[in-house]
């Protein structure tokens, strides 16, 4: 142990000592001694965003892939601030992030100098736990614990408040954080009660969500559904969903309300295995919230944060399931390679015919990608990371963090254009950090989905104004000359056959590529 | 009155009803009604920013000029969390702005659907008000009530979150807002104490801030000075400082501490007119948080939300000094247009013989503006507006919200690579409405200021981990890229002729223009 070691090297070493690795960063003068220590410090990997949304989406797609937490650098309450969209985000996803906010001086706050905010208030509805830490001897004992929280199931979100003079001030030593109690088992009663839902007649509906849909899980799943006779659904987003070839295949709750009521119609036995009972995105006039029949029994055989694993194989086991081979297996079935116009139809042909093994779909394609599952569904086994809390500018910069969390592995990015703009900068960090990153920019100029959704709240035909409000035209963003801005490689999409060629020049690549699809 | 109206209606004609003629917008599905109502209305325009800290700074800028509210229009939870740091800025600021934020429909929001968060949480750090609207009947109600709490000097940040059966249900009437009361005067015993304070001998300082650094303000103070002598000096950071030829001149407090301590060194009596008394900007071990010395006796004339204007009027009465011609006027004194190798003093004089009359110049310049003060005190009169709550990304999106407030005038955007990088989206929402905006991107490819505060913590010469933290470099951003991508010309400037005539070229144009500044 190093007693002359400030405060922010006593942090830095004990976040390394327990394994959090890499620091995403988008420091200011008063986390300038946390940056100091990183060069004293060996193990940690720093990662410079240029803005704070690119910092905490980059840690929410480093745990879905290293499952384990990052840490993320902000500079007092309004960088917090920046970060909070996509804090939010991997809060939903049960993303476990380490979150280090700097802070004034203890003494300093007082005098309300400008950057001077309600740290802890901005931190709380996006966090599980919020600490200030008081005092440099101390600072190491609050990272511990923060990451020890972050590592709770299914991931929380810890934001330890550093404020600078516990940062600079005499270090206490390193700290090995708490143990992480395992995820609680579900008792045999409950295990009882799911089969016996299951084992009934009609239609039955076993709903995977969070670990539940790991391959692992799925084919516990399938036996079950090969014994019972139930379907298996996936919830409409899942912070990470394994899928293609080999993959026991799952029906995704679609996002259209009425599709989704009209999914669950029959429906008489809902059992959820670290899913929610599926409700609406949002609430529409004369549309329901719940989406399941008033006549449909829900039962709960897992939470999202107990061993969904073992409880499905306990399941398996109760209904005399485990000598049976799964169904609803994915064969490899990869579509031609498609010619002519784009369409999105043609675009999910690319995709399953090209995806690589073992690629990490990052998709936040919003309308262009409702229907990219089936055609997607026997490409090469595949990742595939929604959003989870709803807020865009989520995929750029999730992606940075799942490349970095599972290297040698190609990240594909679905990204719709509304959404790409919310968190561009992130396009420089790929660049700086020569990520594998092939992206594919969906550019119909508009808040497509919010068109629908226009309609789809009363509004009828949108006149000029509300035109304006969703539309990105006038100027056209321009993919080619962003990319080449940020030091990112880029390619135009007309058609399918440049799509295909621009498709697999960035699979060819082992930096950042972008392909602008121009729908 | 149309009774006929859905809530939304019933608030957009509120708003508009009681001059609130700009929305600034980032909406999603829940705010749809508020869009669709849009059109339906005379009287808004409506601005759409492609990020919502591009919305929240550009209401800033536009109550900055226009001395009244815009409304902006966000999207749930973590649409405001992207907006909050601009927020931050506009609160420090004194900027008012009705901040509306669409909320899931009242009945829905226990289903925890992904987009649900604690709204009110997260407004309140940077809000003075914040209400969720129970009903659609009242919406138009608690609108008025925010744009009354939005007019209260020196400008308040309202926040209502507006549940989307709020705005599609049956809305009320239009609501008049509540009368603003006026800024409040101050005593007569307040008056003849700042009087006394002033009167004496040694070094006194008459501070001023808030709307105490407006012409008819600053020669108040000019005759004060004329009569007793006082030095007079402004805040580092001004909502909207009026300078140039004609203007009273300030000295402003330096940001570096030592100098900041310097100035203050033999200071007797400190007068305090709207502005705060003077404290460090961050702490810094060994640096004192409070630049005045134990010794200075501190009087508070008037503060920042009372009448400013009259209060030195009457100082000025008590002193006799009313018949007395302002001292400090600056004259017409522009620099000769330098040639050579780009310099930060060849920058200001560049400014100061090329500032158009009534120029607005929005400055988050940070390391390479320091020195811009004495060579452009003698350029045509102008308004300077500094970032005031110290998070950068500031610059941009004011600089929208200015040439809305104020049209018909030129705004020139001072920015730092590093701060542009934030809220760069701003350039397409210049590009869509055409706005009369020349930036210069000092392009030295690094947060240089942090390089400076490295060492200033004690930090010492950064090592290469640290420095990669630090600069913006591997790679460069191109700024004309950046620029063309989104729809804004572009140049650049590698010397002083290059950037006269790119800076000429800029104000020749009626659109936004940007200048790679290249250092």
Request: glycine letters at 10%; a neutral charge; one cysteine or more.
């Amino acid at each position: 142990m190093d007693s002359n070691q400030n405060g922010a090297e006593s942090l830095v070493r004990t976040l390394v000592t327990n394994d959090v690795q890499v620091c995403f960063t988008n420091p200011g003068t008063s986390e300038m001694h946390f940056v100091a220590a990183l060069d004293r410090v060996e193990g940690m990997r720093c990662v410079l965003g240029l803005f704070e949304g690119v910092v905490t989406g980059a840690a929410d797609g480093y745990y879905r892939m290293a499952e384990k937490p990052a840490s993320t650098l902000l500079h007092l309450g309004p960088g917090l601030g920046n970060g909070l969209a996509n804090l939010h985000n991997a809060k939903k996803a049960g993303s476990g992030i380490v979150n280090i906010v700097g802070e004034h001086a203890t003494y300093h706050v007082k005098h309300d100098a400008p950057l001077t905010a309600d740290i802890e208030g901005v931190a709380r509805p996006m966090s599980h736990w919020v600490k200030t830490s008081p005092s440099s001897k101390t600072v190491a004992v609050d990272g511990a614990q923060a990451i020890a929280v972050a590592r709770e199931a299914p991931g929380k979100i810890a934001t330890l408040i550093l404020p600078a003079d516990t940062a600079w001030g005499p270090g206490g030593d390193i700290v090995w954080a708490p143990a992480t109690p395992a995820r609680k088992k579900v008792d045999e009663k409950t295990i009882k009660a799911a089969a016996m839902a299951l084992r009934g007649s009609g239609d039955r509906i076993l709903l995977l969500g969070g670990v539940g849909v790991r391959t692992k899980a799925l084919e516990w799943a399938g036996r079950i559904a090969a014994k019972t006779g139930c379907k298996i659904a996936a919830e409409y987003n899942n912070a990470r969903l394994e899928r293609g070839a080999g993959r026991v295949q799952t029906t995704r709750i679609p996002y259209a309300v009425d599709a989704a009521v009209t999914m669950f119609r029959d429906t008489q036995q809902l059992v959820l295995a670290g899913a929610k009972s599926p409700v609406s995105f949002f609430a529409y006039p004369e549309k329901p919230s719940v989406q399941i029949p008033a006549t449909c029994a829900v039962t709960k055989l897992v939470g999202v944060e107990e061993d969904i694993l073992a409880a499905l194989e306990a399941l398996a086991h109760e209904l005399g399931a485990t000598h049976l081979a799964p169904i609803g297996i994915s064969e490899h079935d990869k579509p031609a390679i498609p010619t002519g116009p784009l369409t999105q139809e043609g675009i999910a042909a690319v995709l399953g015919a090209l995806l690589p093994e073992q690629a990490i779909v990052v998709d936040e394609s919003v309308s262009t990608g409702r229907g990219f599952a089936r055609l997607t569904t026997g490409a090469a086994p595949h990742d595939w990371l929604n959003l989870m809390g709803g807020s865009i500018g989520f995929a750029l910069p999730t992606s940075i963090g799942a490349a970095i969390g599972a290297p040698g592995r190609k990240v594909v990015t679905l990204e719709g254009d509304g959404s790409a703009m919310y968190t561009i900068q992130s396009l420089w960090t790929m660049a700086r950090e020569s990520l594998d990153v092939t992206i594919l920019v969906f550019a119909n100029r508009s808040y497509q989905i919010l068109r629908g959704e226009f309609a789809n709240v009363g509004g009828g035909k949108p006149g000029k104004r509300a035109t304006d409000m969703l539309t990105l035209d006038r100027p056209d963003p321009d993919w080619l000359s962003i990319a080449k801005g940020f030091g990112v490689e880029a390619g135009r999409a007309t058609d399918l056959d440049s799509l295909v060629s621009e498709f697999k020049r960035g699979l060819a690549s082992s930096g950042p590529y972008l392909i602008e699809v121009v729908l």
